[in-house]
Every structure is written in C-alpha cells, then in structure tokens.
C-alpha cells in the first residue's frame, strides 16, 4: 500500500525551512528518500533504518518514528537545488513503494 | 558509487511498434532489477521485478505479454513494450540495488526513458 505524502506542493523563498511527512498504515522497518528533477529520475537521499534515527544529506535531514509508523523531511534554510519532487519509500518484501509525492518549489 | 545506465532516453515511435528499452548496472552487479512507470506529476509505479536467471514478477494490473522482461546477465535487464499504443506512452524507469535487502540498500536510478507512441 502506498504510503501518504504531505504537503502535495509547497513554495519556499530562499532560505526558508519547510517539513515534508510521510505517512504508512503498515509497520515501517525503513524508509527512504528521494528528490527527483523535472524530466530527470529520482536521485537517492537517505534511508533511515532505526526509529527515531535522524540522518542529514547537506541541510535536508528527516526523522523516523517506528511507533507512528511515518518519517518527516525537513529542508533546512532551502537552496534553490532544492526544487523538486520528493518522494519516501517504503519497503515490504523485495520492492521499495512510493508515496504520491511532494512538489517543491524553492524562489529567489 | 553505484551506476545505472539505462537506453535509449528517449523514444518516438508509431501506433503498433515494439520498443526495447536497456538497463545497466555499470560497476556492480544487480540480481534484481524494477521497472517503474510515471505518469506527468505522479508517482513511480512499480511495474514489475526483474530477476536475472528466471521469469520476472509482475504487479497487479501490470499485462506480462505487452511489458516483456528478460533479465539475461547480472548487469543486463531489458523491458519490450510490444506493440505499443499511445495510452503506453510514458517515463519508464529502472533501478537497481548493489547488494543486501530493498529496506536497507539505496535503488539506484537509470535517467529513464520517455516512450512517446503517435
């Protein structure tokens, strides 16, 4: 089942911070991040294995709460390289699911 | 790191074409591969599991005769659109893993392929 993305969509000025959620109805032992550009593929973030574990990929972090059952994103002070689409995965058995996605739209 | 390469990028073809679309582990070995669908502004949509020695694994929905995979070598998977139509006109993508298990291995991405039938 796919998990759930929050926000859809959301625009930042540069140098903004803005938290991404993502959410499962099924127990989580992972979950993964990725950010994809327009036209291009999905380009690997983090994976976070452990709950409560926190990771950092430049000023882009995120959380895992096991108990939950969901995993937050944060960006950090946005770049303007932050634009994208980003999705969580999770996975069960031998494929990872994504979630629906969260547009982000970083401005000057 | 990890490399996936995947061809061609970009395809335009006629109504009733079949389409055979690469991809390559470049500095590992993959002995399961994903093909994903996406549609403009949506998810990737796992089509299938590409498993190299035996028959790949479908998802639900997903016809075994319109999308055919051969996984023939531990670097190598291949998906044929057969007989394309402008509804399969699409981003396909392929991923890979180097090692261990989907929960605590990155996938790996080809560039992808845009598959337009006219």
């Known amino acids: 089942q796919q998990p759930v993305q929050s926000p859809q969509a959301v625009i930042l000025r540069e140098g903004e911070d803005a938290v991404i959620n993502c959410s499962s109805s099924?127990?989580?032992?992972?979950v993964h991040w990725y950010r994809q550009k327009h036209g291009e593929a999905p380009v690997f973030l983090m994976i976070?294995?452990?709950?409560?574990e926190q990771k950092g990929h430049e000023k882009i972090s995120a959380s895992f709460n096991e108990k939950k059952q969901q995993s937050s994103l944060y960006l950090t002070a946005s770049q303007l390289s932050y634009s994208g689409t980003y999705f969580c995965g999770t996975a069960a058995g031998n494929k990872l699911t994504f979630g629906g996605g969260t547009r982000v739209l970083v401005k000057p | 790191g990890a490399v996936v390469s995947q061809h061609p990028s970009r395809v335009i073809c006629k109504s009733g074409t079949s389409v055979k679309i690469e991809c390559r582990s470049l500095?590992?070995?993959?002995?399961?591969m994903f093909w994903y669908r996406q549609f403009p502004k949506q998810s990737l949509m796992l089509m299938a599991t590409?498993?190299?020695?035996?028959?790949?694994?479908?998802e639900q929905g997903v016809e075994k005769d319109k999308f055919l995979i051969n996984h023939a070598s531990l670097t190598l998977s291949t998906l044929t659109v057969t007989s394309a139509h402008p509804e399969d006109s699409s981003f396909y993508i392929c991923?890979?893993?180097?090692?261990?298990?989907?929960?605590?291995?990155?996938?790996?991405f080809g560039d992808g392929t845009r598959l337009s039938i006219l």
């Open positions: 590409s498993n190299e020695g035996s028959k790949a694994t479908y």
């Open positions: 976070l294995l452990k709950g409560g």
């Open positions: 500095d590992f070995q993959a002995t399961t």
């Open positions: 991923s890979a893993r180097d090692s261990g298990q989907v929960s605590n291995q990155p996938q790996h």
């Open positions: 099924k127990a989580l032992y992972s």
